[in-house]
């Protein structure tokens, strides 16, 4: 240990209304010029007139410090300067005042000399907490933070790099190291050089505080942060009260690069909420961030949807309590329809307080939430929303748009098996239907349709349609014509079909007319389509053309089913069995699951959508709408069936 001197001194000021007395204020002038002569005589001449108390002060040996390279433990401390040592009433000794005066050829041999004579300033904190290393930095005095560095590294004639590394984690008042004035002076060099002398600086503070890297973030320095990130891939993500890197790059918006970057180190800060609020980073994008960052957390960790604050807010409430619809709509998308029945800690949907603060439910063209829904097109966020009484269908945005109006902009109008691989149109039916549903005689939820579709002609969609619903009906009508006058099995020399009266025969011949009959059909539904002028008589002509064309290519693939089966079951049964069943599950089957079932899959959810809206009221008859649909989507097999039985 070092000598402690404890006579009594003149102090600093501990009231405001105390005058601070400085004894030698050449000192303080010498150290402000870098007069580094001026500085070596007045310490000589306190010696020579006796001051051995005052030159011993100054001269104060260093209280040797235990060091370690353990960051999770608290970082060097040290006695602030001495009261007889301050030379300023901030109690800056004359380092700290050589440092933050320059850092030229004579300032740097200053901080030498002084250091020659009392290397324990070196580390002794002024009235603020901060070292030399802290004051040189904050000027972006490089050459003196170098020099400064290698006295450290000398002090007591030795090179100490753990001496340094100490020197460099002290923290001041703020609980900053020197690193964190080079990186709010944006200074790469000295970053690196502070770095490269310890490459755990940035791990300071490690679990509370704001650390380099959050800095970096708060103040928008992103080349700084990718700096930090590279020489440190373990450096510590804390901020103040319990906040984290993350926060920082959401509240000051600072794009989704900075937070990919993030989030590609350290995933497990989204859950991480602050001290006050209890709020995680999510909460804090959907509250004040752009959708863009919104996005960006929800994949990485989508059960941040779920966790409130401390007031019981889910991200989707304060969303909606800050006019953030986009928001709302982002997290609808992710999470499904249950994060709109999360409820705060007063017990209210996002919903409520939407309605409650009116300012946020519509954005500058008035479009609600569900209007957004709309013309981005999800069925989840339409479902969602749809799902919820709450949600009013009648409400306009400027354009004295509906979202069922607002719908039919996107959707085609007409309800056939094509549009349940459209999304819109599912949206447009399930508003049209909803609409049908929970209308009131006072409830303006039923207003004209759009039926326009912008600047394109409507010859030029009739055209498009028409190739692949055309080219499909002419293909079948071919076929099962031919297939009619070349039946399996032949013909006997009396002219009768050599298999007629067997079961399979006579579903073949069933399918193939009913294949015949609706295809042909559908020829003459296009056809009206093309030459009906009016655009509802020819969606009305379109729908039946279309539904009439998915009905054929059922019965034809029944026919050729029941065909091969009726050829072969006469040679070997177990044979004819085998291939007619792979076309029935290969073909068949793999054309219901993709055309037939998934329409009633998706009937089924819209419908389920409507009876959470309208109550237990509507129950009974979802059923019956799904009945309905199995036998709209699969009559042919059942025609087929029953008339091979007469």
Known sequence: MGIVNKEQTPSLPSKPNEV????????????????????????????????????????????????????????????????????????????????????GDEFLECATVIVGKANHLLTAPNGKGDTPLHCAARLRNARMVSHLLALARARDGTSDDERVKATLRMQNGEGETVLHEAVRMEDKEMIGELLSADSQLARVPLTDGASPLYLALSLGHRDIAKLLFEK??????????????????????????????????????????????????????????????????LPADPSGVYLPDRNGSFPIHLAASNGQPYNVLALLQESGPYCAQLRDGKGRTFLHIAVKDESWAVDNDGNTALHLAVEVGDIRMVHALVSIPEVKLNLTNKEGETPREFASRY????????????????????????????????????????????????????????????????????????????????????????????????????????????????????????????????????????????????????????????????????????????????????????????????????????????????????????????????????????????
Request: hydrophobic fraction near 45%; charged fraction near 15%; charge should be negative.
């Open 411 to 646: 959707g085609q109008q007409e309800e056939t098996n094509l549009s349940y691989w459209n999304p819109r149109s599912r949206i447009y039916w399930l508003l049209h239907n909803a609409a049908h549903l929970t209308a009131s005689p006072w409830d303006n939820i039923l207003p004209r349709e759009i039926h326009n579709v912008g600047d394109v002609d409507i010859s030029q969609i009739i055209v498009q349609r028409t190739q692949f619903i055309g080219l499909g009906s002419v293909l079948i009508t071919t076929v099962t014509f031919a297939a009619a006058f070349a039946v399996p099995g032949g013909y006997r020399t009396d002219g009768t079909p050599v298999l007629a009266g067997q079961y399979a025969f006579n579903a073949f011949v069933m399918a193939n007319t009913l294949a015949f009959a609706f295809s042909g059909l559908s020829i003459i539904f296009l056809m009206l389509a093309g030459l009906a002028a009016e655009s509802g008589r020819h969606n009305i002509s379109l729908v039946h053309s279309i539904n009439l064309l998915a009905w054929s290519a059922r019965s034809l693939s029944a026919a050729f089913t029941f065909g091969m089966y009726a050829v072969l079951a006469p040679v070997k049964r177990k044979n004819a069995f085998i291939p007619s069943c792979g076309v029935m599950v290969g073909a068949l089957m793999g054309l219901e699951v993709g055309w037939g079932l998934w329409a009633v899959k998706t009937v089924f959810d819209d419908r389920v959508v409507l009876v959470k809206r309208i109550g237990g009221r509507a129950w009974w008859w979802l059923p019956l709408i799904v009945l309905g649909r199995l036998m709209f989507e699969f009559h042919a097999y059942i025609l087929i069936s029953l008339s091979a039985l007469v």
């Open 232 to 297: 440190d891939g373990k450096l510590s993500y804390s901020g103040p009260d319990g906040q984290n890197a993350l926060h920082a790059a959401i509240q000051w918006k600072w794009g989704q690069e900075t937070i990919k970057m993030v989030l590609e180190r350290n995933k497990d800060l989204i859950k991480q909420a602050d001290r006050p609020t209890g709020r995680t980073p999510l909460h804090y994008a959907a509250l004040f961030g752009e959708t863009s960052m919104t996005e960006l957390l």
């Open 20 to 103: 601070f007395q400085l004894h030698h204020p050449e000192l303080l002038i010498a150290a402000a010029h870098g007069d580094s002569h001026e500085i070596k005589r007045l310490l000589l001449l306190l010696l020579h007139r006796g001051e051995e108390d005052t030159a011993r002060q100054v001269v104060l040996d260093v209280v040797e410090d235990t060091i370690t390279d353990d960051v999770d433990k608290p970082a060097a401390t040290a006695t602030a300067t001495p009261p007889s040592e301050a030379v300023t009433g901030a109690g800056d000794s004359i380092l700290h005042v050589v440092a933050s005066s320059g850092d």
